[in-house]
Structures are given as C-alpha cells and as structure tokens.
C-alpha cells in the first residue's frame, strides 16, 4: 500500500522538480522560486523559499551529503545554495546564455553537470565553481542527465530522442536514438557499472499519454514514472509489474523524487502542488525485497525516518521528545510501556497508548513479513507459496498459472534473467511440491 501523507501547495506556478536530502525536501516551480522542507513535518525552513533566478527554476537537486543545493533556470544560471541557511554559495553562467533545463551533481560531489538548451552540456567543479569541461550533443535541447553509481560516466538525453553517454573527462562513448518522440527524464540504478555497453532491455508500459518524469529507488527494486495523463506509476524493476498507479494530480505529473530509504515518495505537478507518499513493508516486500531486508531496514531507520514514521501514525506531537532522546529504528522496535513512561517521559497516557499499540503494529507487520516460509518455496513471479511447482527452461521454478500467464502475455523471456527462454515447455516439479508438503504438514497445524 503506498498512501498520501502530505500534500505541499506553496508554489503559485506549475512545480518543476523536486529532490530529497536525507533531511531536505526541496521543489522548485516556474514560479522563479525553489522552496525547502523539513522531513521531520514537512514545514518550510525559515530561510525558504530561495529567490535569485529572473525565470522559471527548471530543475533542483542536493549534493550526495546534502549540504549544496543546486538551481538551474531559463535565466542561464546555475546556482549553488547553502541547505543549511540558503545563502547563495555561487552563481554559474552557461556559455552562451542558454537557459539550463537540467542540472545534477557526481556521486562524490566534486562535479555538477548542467544541460542546457542549445544542446549544451557543462561539467562544473563544485569547489571552485569554474567550468571544468563543456560538450555538445548533435541535436536538440539538453533536458536530462544522470549520473552512474561510480561516477565514471553520465548520460544525457535530449528532445530529439538521443541517449548520449560521457565519460568523466566529457568525451563522448556512445549516441544513439532511444526514443523517437524526445527524451524527457533519466536515471540511474544503484547497480554498479563495471566497465560500459549500452543495449536496451525492456519496454515499461500502463501510461496512455507522455511520460515526463521517471525515477528509481535507491535500492533499485523500484521505479516511479509521471505522466501527461495526470497518473504516477510504480513498477517491480524485478518482475517489471505495475505495483501501483496513483492518481491524485489534477494535471501533468512532471516531477518524481525517491528519499535516500525509500520510504518516502514526493511527485510534483503542473496543479502547483507536491504530495508525499508514504510506503509500506508489505509494498518493499512486493517489491523483491528479502524478509530480512525489510527487518534490517526498519532497524536501520535514521533519527528522522522515525519522525516522519510518527508523523505518519498521527504521532506528530512526539517527535520532539524522540528527537531528543535519539531513537532511531533499533531503539523504536525494542520501546515499551515502561519505557515511554520513565525513559522518554511522556505524560499523556492516550499517547503513551497510541504509540505502543502502532509500535507493536509496526513489529508485528516486521514479524508478519519474517514468515519462516523458505525462499524457495516462494514463486518469484507471485510472492507467494507455490501449489503447483514447475520447472521452466531458464531452470527456475515458478508457480504454474503464473508462469503460463507470463509466457501467455509476455514476450518469451526469463522472469528471472530477462533473457530468451530456450523453450516454453515446462516441467513439473514433483521434488519441490513434495517438499512443499512437508513444509505445511509441520507448520500449518
């Protein structure tokens, strides 16, 4: 389930872009102005909204420790924000004047790339601000750019449709026409890139018109799209299934941004507002992450995923006392009734009650998802406890109907692998079912 948290209206123009820090939500709007949020309860910082560009503000984003922010505009710069107080750190002007439709920092933070109309495209170095490469592609504006995980190379794409991949010293390896109608967004997995090829792999479907924007998750398992159709998708990079469609935009959805733990999501539209998506364990869990995956994840969660957790649990009134007594994931699995009392000091026993009866809901959907059911046992196409095993030509088992459904509306490839299946026969897995057997005999008692 992924439900609508927050619902942010303070742009008075169509919202552009917006980017997460690990404690930073920033949106930037053809209204010329970017505007910064607390993740802790979604307020706007003091210092918000940051105002220099004369135009439209067409793209935002943090640096990877989240202390820069970065602006580009139709006025030809690109500017660098302190995050901390919103000061301006630096002002970039684009050879020639060209508005910059795109802008993004390098994985160590010692570059910021910047894409510009006149099909442009500038490696800046972030500590002394001064152009460090420029390049061009062949046609078109420059209007995406995204970064691999290493930072070795970053790609380009432009409204002509070409996909342009650069090394970091700006010279071009590849060029190619991706889509016919223009590139609007792109992105990066988390997936490490050794050395480099670039072939397609698969088509995404479910939008009926345009798709603006497009995002993954930083584990990867994810993918969220935007639309002209007024929709936002999230798909199983896995499976490549639609996990959900969400539409509460009333106009194009041009902007979609993954927090750093993936439990949050902020998508941005031309009706001038940003809504905030919460995610649940049930959802990670469609989404090809392990039961101890999502048990390490909750226990990992930093002091401010915990805040927004209670936010969400209508616990708003506590995150200061929390905050105060740095609980962060570990620390909120393991509270009690004693400890909130004596430990944390809160005074009100409705409160006090509310939080731990959404505490141990939130240990009893861990555990719930911890099942002892072993993985092998699970289709990988269903998530679910296979009844009638086979196996297919790629040599993994899959649950019957599931697999000839996939075979019936796919085309014949590996759910696994993604590659070719030799052949579509597939062959009962009597071994597998038998152990499968035993299994509910013992633990379904």
Known sequence: MVKLIHTLADHSDDVNCCAFSSSLLATCSLDKTIRLYSLS????????P????????????????????????????????????????????????SPVRVCRFSPDSSCLASGAADGTVVLWNVQSHK????????????????????????????SCGDLTVWDDKMRCLHSEKAHDLGITCC????????????????????????????????????????????????????????????????????????????LLLATGSMDKTVNI????????????????????????WSEEDVSLWLCAQGLKDLVGIFK???????????????????????????????????????????????????????????????????????GYSYEKDAMENWISKKKRTSPMTNLVLPSVILTPNRTLKMAINRWLETHQK
Not at 195 to 224: I, N, R, W
Not at 277 to 300: I, R
Not at 330 to 357: P, Q, V
């Open 41 to 48: 309860d979604f307020a706007e910082l003091p210092h918000s």
């Open 50 to 97: 940051l105002k220099f560009h004369t135009y439209a503000v067409h793209c935002c984003c943090f640096s990877p420790s989240g202390h820069i922010l970065a602006s580009c505009s139709t006025d030809g710069t690109t500017v660098l924000w302190s995050a901390h107080d919103g000061q301006a750190l630096a002002v970039m002007e684009q050879p020639g004047g």
């Open 131 to 158: 152009l460090y490469r420029c390049g061009n592609v062949r046609d078109g504006s420059l209007v995406a750019c995204a970064f691999s995980p290493n930072g070795n190379l970053f790609v380009t794409g432009s």
């Open 187 to 262: 992105d990066f997995s988390s997936h490490p890139v050794s050395g480099f090829e670039l072939k397609y792999k698969s088509t995404l479907s479910g939008h009926c018109a345009p798709v603006l924007t497009c995002a993954f998750s930083h584990d990867g398992q994810m993918l969220v799209s935007g639309s002209v159709d007024k929709s936002v998708i999230i798909y199983d990079t896995n499976f490549q299934n639609i996990l959900h469609t969400l539409t509460q935009h009333t106009r194009y959805v041009t902007t979609c941004a993954f927090a750093p733990n993936i």
């Open 277 to 300: 998506w919460q995610f649940d364990l049930e959802t990670l869990c469609q989404a090809g992450s392990t039961e101890d995956h999502l048990k390490q994840f909750t226990e990992d």
């Open 324 to 394: 105060m007594n740095n609980i962060d994931g570990k620390e909120l699995l393991n509270l009690t009734k004693e400890s909130l009392a004596d430990d944390l000091k809160i005074e009100s026993l409705g409160l006090r009650s509310k939080a731990l009866r959404k505490i141990e809901e939130l240990r009893t959907e861990v555990k719930s998802l911890s099942s002892e059911i072993p993985d092998e046992f699970i289709c990988p196409i269903t998530r679910e406890l296979m009844k009638d095993p086979v196996i297919a030509s790629d």
